[in-house]
């Protein structure tokens, strides 16, 4: 095990304005129909800035007074760059936010990574948020929900850490990774037995960062493909020559090589290929990255199975390194793995790579889901009376996957895997899902610095709904090397029920007994759970029957989708430290 200091052995510290820490937890109210889950995302319009005040002018959507440093860009601090002059700014009167802020930049941009708005206060500039290039280039807008007294917008040059991301073929990036990656990797290429390789090339926006595309072969014929090229000399050569003119295709700034199931045999060949490749990359002036399988431990010896960690990492690049999936054994399992690396790599090219996907863990092994299906799973509803409800009965309903009488835990923190997580009973026995979101990643981003690794790679930066969004503080990583840790206020954890009409009793387990009001009719009873970050809703009809009708039915529960909207006083985040 690592010695050095654990995910809380130290204070907890807000990294700056923007900062997770900084930022109220955001609550997206997603309304479920038993049979589906029906996602809302509320956005409230913004105000667009607009009319100058107090004699300013008006300059690119903002009110301003004065320029604060004329027609010339500010001193940026060390690592950035100003790209628009400074702004005084001044908030219309009889107005709130949020402002829709728009800035003329001095010169048009074409890549809209690392900007933000920053303001300056007592001499030292502050981030602010983030910023959009518009208007071809010429400006950028941004959204603030109060007026900064002074505004300019300004670009990270240099990073702390190197942000790298996947995108699976044909899929739409997310804008909000594109703004913080370094390199993205589409998946667009396999190799074939011949030594060619296969794909189209996915189109990416402008401003994308440097692209190295990647060919994968993960399992099946691919991996057969890659073990018989490696075995050839001649397709070895082939294999090489179409790597290094898919790098050389314009936009292109390398390869990334993701052979997963290298055979033990061939290792010395895999080394051989890689070398022979990166020489030829680097004589045109481009990269090469490498994924590598986590090494297994066996009693008190490793397998590298086809992978020689040091001749890999002195030869590529970079390497990513390919975590266990297991979230009840990832941190104790991964600081063994680097403590077995550290003598024999350069950990500074080494990135961690980290999944977007929630968890499930039964008998039948590991499995990933999006974070909204694990949230769905968490809000099932369940109508435990069997008799017919008539006016002013009483219907015992349970959340099916959190009810503690049933064995399940409910919605609890995992202080080993550092993720909410919950257990119930279900096919083959008790079934575990541990939610991945914002929260859960800055635990793997801290463990990252902790160990020394260079880099963050992320699986999946597609525009995905269902996915957790875990931008923010690997934004924040990615510009100064800190991390807050974060777990959910245990009041946010706990299940609440809302009802149409009629009364309840909450009980403490996941479960509620609502008495049916008077009026026969069709009720909504909803469950809402929440990650900590965001909240789910399931919400069913139940029907109650006019006294005189069948009572020998059982109650009937339809789905019904509507409106949601937030409830109010949702507790956030609590910041601790481990004793």
Known sequence: MNEEQGPFDRLLEPTGPGGPADQNTRYVFIGLGLLGLLLLVLVLPPISLLSSGGGGDSSGGITTNRSTSGAKAPKAPEGFEALSRAYDLEQPKGTSGPYTLTLPLISPQSDGRNLALYTQKGGKWERVTNATLVQNGTAVTAQVDTMPDNVAVLRRTDTAVALSGYLAAGSQPDPAALDILATIN??????????????????????????????????????????????????????????????????????????????????????????????????????????????????????TTGYDWPMLSRTADTVKLRPVQDPSTYYKQMEEV????????????????????????GTDGLRGLPLLEGLSLASQIDVR???????????????????????????????????????????????????????????????????????????????????????????????????????????????????????????????????????????????????????????????????????????????????????????????????
Do not use: C
């Open 186 to 303: 589409p998946v667009d290429f396999k190799p074939n037995a011949d030594g060619s390789i296969a794909g189209t090339a996915t189109a990416l926006p402008d401003g994308k960062g440097n692209v190295l595309p990647s060919v994968r072969a993960v399992d099946g014929a691919e991996a057969d493909a890659v073990n018989a090229i490696l075995a050839s000399p001649a397709l070895r050569e082939t294999h090489i020559n179409a790597l290094v003119q898919l790098a050389l295709q314009p936009g292109n700034a390398g390869v990334d090589i993701d052979y997963e199931r290298v055979g033990a045999a061939r290792k010395a060949d895999f080394s051989s290929f890689i070398t022979v490749l990166a020489e030829r990359l680097h004589q045109s002036s481009r990269s090469l990255s490498v994924v590598l399988p986590t090494p297994a431990k066996t009693g008190v010896s490793w397998d």
């Open 338 to 361: 680097v403590a077995f690396l550290k003598d024999k790599v350069d950990l500074k090219k080494v990135s961690l790579i980290v999944e977007r996907q929630s968890i499930e863990k």
């Open 385 to 579: 009376t069997t008799s017919a409800i008539t006016p002013n009965s009483q219907v015992v309903i349970v959340g099916k996957n959190i009810f503690q009488d049933d064995g399940a835990t409910g919605l609890r923190w995992d202080d080993s895997a550092f993720a909410v997580s919950f257990s119930y009973p279900g096919r083959g026995g008790t079934r575990t899902v541990w939610l991945e979101n914002s929260l859960s990643i800055a635990f793997k981003l801290d463990f990252a610095k902790r160990m020394g690794l260079g880099g963050i790679a992320v699986t999946d930066v597609s525009l995905n709904a269902q996915a957790a969004s875990i931008w923010d503080p690997l934004r924040v990583y990615a510009e100064s090397g800190s991390v807050t840790l974060v777990q959910p206020n245990g009041v946010a954890l706990r299940p609440t029920w809302q009802i149409q009409a009629g009364s309840s009793e909450a009980g403490t387990k996941g479960n509620i007994v609502w008495k049916a009001p008077p009026q026969p009719g069709a009720y909504d009873v909803s469950l809402v759970v929440s990650d900590g970050v965001i909240r789910a809703m399931q919400k069913i009809v139940l029907e109650v029957k006019a006294a005189g009708a069948s009572t020998t039915a059982a109650p009937t529960a339809t789905t019904k989708p509507g409106s949601v909207t937030p409830p109010a006083g949702s507790p956030s985040p609590t910041a601790t430290r481990k004793p």
